[in-house]
């Protein structure tokens, strides 16, 4: 039989038995967690579930249909002598030899008659006999007939151990098995069993720690199986391996500027770099330190790819050109559009390709919120990407050439900075340079280098071509420097600071409205600037009646609000559906799958605002696609009404356009006054007209002396309030403001009587 030997590492269970010096196993219970524990346990896990057993609890008593089948091929005889017992085994299990059956024998003779010397009867041991000869068959069988060999079978067993389990266990070591006792809850239920330790010894080691809470051979299961998946998934792995920032000296350009064949030395390793430098170094200089050091990787054959501000998504081609199906797994779903990773050319980068497309996805699937459905629309982001770069970053590609990746302005999306992280797994030098410290980048990578610099410069594209490069002097940063002091977060603004505004509507009393009106909106509540875009607090109301009924009062009011960036509207319609338009023949070109074609609109021979500052045409565009997202107005997407808008808002009248462009965000805002007296209901034209000039950060302020109903019209939910002042008269006729009075003062008996 087989003696227990005393445990000096936890690695001398996976020595062979001729490497024991004599016929030694050893039995161990593990009531503690450390690392070293948790590796092992992965590693006899693994051991045990591929040449030994595994028991995740206690193991099932014989059940009747197992007893059954037992008397019928053994009968119920029972003996106490080594001779029944080898001859039963022999029977029972015919696949032991010789040896094996004999050291088995020799073992449940020696337990069965310690359990005689404690007191148990001839029953009793016939009973234990018959259980463990059951659990030998069912349980144990696989490995019986490999007890003695060199490679030693190994039981692991998780849980609290019974008494009749701990015996067929001192069997088996006996026997020739190693064998592992998990205990979770420590060695308390053990020591009922085994008061004095004859049957195994308790592992020892410092630092021992109670088990992490869920620590299970299940879990272990499931991490194993996982590690299988994700080397089926892998494939065979590349040789060349990637040696980041390791061979850098922290020079930025300089560092890039390196010859590859002096970075380093092992054939089996491409050494490139992952590098953000955020600021510039030299104001004056840092223009042209970039023309010449994208120059001097021309000259030195590098491959070299500009991406500036952003990237451009996949268009729809791009994307449906991936091959893909429906998937229901995660592996599944990467396994199957990682073969759209083809590089021919060389098998190896080929292989380098695919394991950092898996790294990458592996990590973002294990981000907050992931899904399937996510995951798999990042993976053809990256997919159609890098087609579309291959062949400018990877053309006749060698070991260990790398190429030179510059990313100009730094990551505003988290699928940017994802093919960023991509791509720095690859042969390629991966630059991201931030010049300006206002914009701020969301990439993040434990292998990216970090360069910080003070000075902060604003620049718009990377000089590629030497007529690109405008050089400023120290004066003129001196005074950029300046500007950003007083004009950013100050409070003060410059003159056109801001390209980009946004519309809210205030909700005020009627009296406010004369208080607000000619203010600059820069003090008007809920002004703020976020992100380079003013957010315009702007009135859109309507002003139903007459106060106190007193005409000339009413009159001298609107005229208070007539200032010099106020367009007056006397009577309806302001835009007659019969006026002439050039655009209506041309609207449904303009507009495609929800979107303006922006590009065909500015060249479209018809198109009236070329003549306008970009920024204003932008401006105008944003605010026509909002109107039509909004659906504002009535049979928008239903009835061919995006039509009717957007040929009204391409045609408005230079009146209109003039505010448009002379309007500074931060500013005084431009006015609508439209005075609606009679029945003569406003036009559709109208409707759009007042809508698009609300979002575009006019104050509109209808006042109709009637209240009757006339904007609210065409619109599909209220978007301005309604004030009610007072009296409803009809047939007014609208005077000429520039005669009448603006400050007609009431008698104390008008004041107090008809107030």
């Known amino acids: 039989m087989f003696e227990q030997k005393e445990l000096q590492s936890l690695n001398d269970y996976f020595l062979n038995l001729n490497s024991r010096n004599g016929k030694f196993v050893y039995f161990t219970r593990i ?42 091929i053994m009968g119920m005889d029972f003996r106490m002598e080594p001779a029944f017992l080898s001859a039963s085994l022999q029977k029972w299990l015919p696949r032991m030899n010789d040896y094996q059956r004999q050291n088995v024998a020799a073992a449940i003779f020696d337990t069965l008659d310690t359990m005689r010397r404690e007191g148990k009867n ?37 849980g609290e151990i019974s008494n ?53 051979l299940k879990q272990v299961r499931g991490q194993l199986e996982q590690e299988m998946n994700r080397e089926r998934l892998y494939g065979r792995r590349p040789e060349a391996a990637a040696c980041t920032n390791a061979w850098i000296e922290g020079k930025g350009l300089e ?72 998937y229901a797994k995660q592996e599944q779903m990467l396994l199957d559009l990682s073969a759209n990773i083809k590089y021919t050319a060389n098998i190896e980068l080929q292989r380098i390709m695919n394991q950092a497309f898996l790294d990458i996805l592996l ?99 990377y000089p590629r071509e030497n007529a690109e490069i405008r050089m400023g002097t120290a004066a003129y940063h001196a005074e950029r420097e300046l500007d950003h002091i007083m004009y950013q977060d100050s409070g003060i603004y410059r003159d056109r600071q801001y390209g980009k505004a946004n519309a809210l509507s205030l909700q005020t009393m009627y009296e406010e409205v004369a208080i607000l009106w000619d203010q600059e909106v820069k003090y008007r509540p809920n002004f703020s600037t976020v992100d380079n875009v003013v957010n315009i607090p702007v009135i859109f109301a309507k002003v139903s009646g007459v106060k106190g009924g007193n005409v000339p009062a009413y009159w001298s009011e609107i005229k208070k609000l007539v200032t010099d960036q106020t367009l007056v509207v006397r009577s309806a319609p302001y835009i007659n559906s019969t006026d002439p338009n050039p655009i209506k023949v041309h609207a449904a070109e303009f507009f495609k799958n929800g979107k303006l074609q922006r590009a065909k609109i500015k060249e479209h021979q018809s198109y009236p605002y070329g003549f306008l500052r970009e920024e204003i045409q932008e401006h105008i565009l944003d605010k026509l696609q909002l109107l039509i997202d909004q659906r504002v ?55 759009i007209l007042a809508a698009f000039l609300n979002l575009a950060g006019f104050d509109v302020l209808f006042f109709v002396p009637t209240g009757y109903q006339n ?44 107030r």
Not at 149 to 157: A, H, M, Q, S, V
């Open 255 to 326: 560092d890039i500027l390196q010859d590859i064949q002096t970075r380093g030395e092992d054939p089996k390793l491409f050494y490139n770099c992952f590098c953000r430098i955020s600021g510039v170094w030299d104001k004056i200089t840092y223009i042209n330190d970039l023309y010449q050091f994208q120059l001097e990787l021309k000259n030195k054959k590098r491959r070299l790819l500009i991406l500036e501000h952003t990237l451009p998504q996949p268009s729809m081609e791009e994307i449906n050109a991936i091959p893909r199906k429906n």
């Open 633 to 687: 107005i009535k049979g928008t997407f239903e009835n061919g009404m995006e039509y009717t808008i957007i040929a009204t808002i391409l045609n408005l009248k230079v009146e209109v356009v003039r505010k448009i462009q002379g309007f500074d965000f931060t500013k005084k805002n431009p006015k609508l006054i439209y005075i609606n007296t009679t029945e003569h209901m406003i036009s559709l034209e109208d409707s």
């Open 31 to 72: 009531n503690g967690y450390n690392s070293e524990v948790g590796e092992f346990i992965r590693r006899y896990y693994d051991a045990a579930r591929r040449s030994g057993v595994v028991s995740e609890g206690r193991i099932p008593n014989p059940d009747e249909k197992n007893l059954a089948y037992y008397g019928e």
């Open 363 to 461: 990590e973002e699937a294990g981000r907050p919120g992931m899904n399937l459905n996510k995951l798999t629309n990042k993976a053809i982001y990256l997919l159609c990407w890098l087609k579309r770069y291959q062949a400018e970053l990877f053309a006749n590609w060698r070991m260990p050439e790398v190429g030179c990746l510059i990313f100009f302005g730094g990551c505003r999306t988290e699928n940017e900075a994802m093919f960023l992280r991509f791509v720095a797994r690859l042969p390629v030098d991966v630059l991201v340079l931030c010049p300006n410290l206002n914009q701020k980048c969301c990439l993040a990578d434990p292998l990216l280098y970090e360069i910080h610099h003070d000075q902060s410069l604003a620049v718009e594209k």
């Open 164 to 216: 009749y389990e701990l015996k067929l266990m001192a069997v088996l070591s006996h026997a020739g098995c190693d064998i592992v006792l998990l205990q979770y809850h420590g060695d308390a239920g053990y020591q009922r069993l085994d008061p004095r330790s004859q049957i195994s010894r308790e592992y020892q080691a410092g630092g021992l720690a109670a088990f992490p809470e869920g620590f299970c």
């Open 711 to 754: 904007i609210e019209k065409y619109f599909n939910q209220r978007v301005m309030e309604e004030h009610q002042v007072g009296d409803y008269l009809y047939d007014l006729r609208v005077p000429d403001f520039g005669r009448i009075s603006s400050n007609i003062r009431q008698s104390w008996r008008e004041r107090i009587f008809k």
């Open 122 to 158: 001839d029953n009793m041991l016939r009973n234990a006999y018959i259980k463990f000869m059951c659990w030998l068959y069912y349980k144990f069988e696989r490995i019986v007939s490999q007890l003695g060999e060199g490679n030693i079978p190994k039981i692991l067993y998780e």
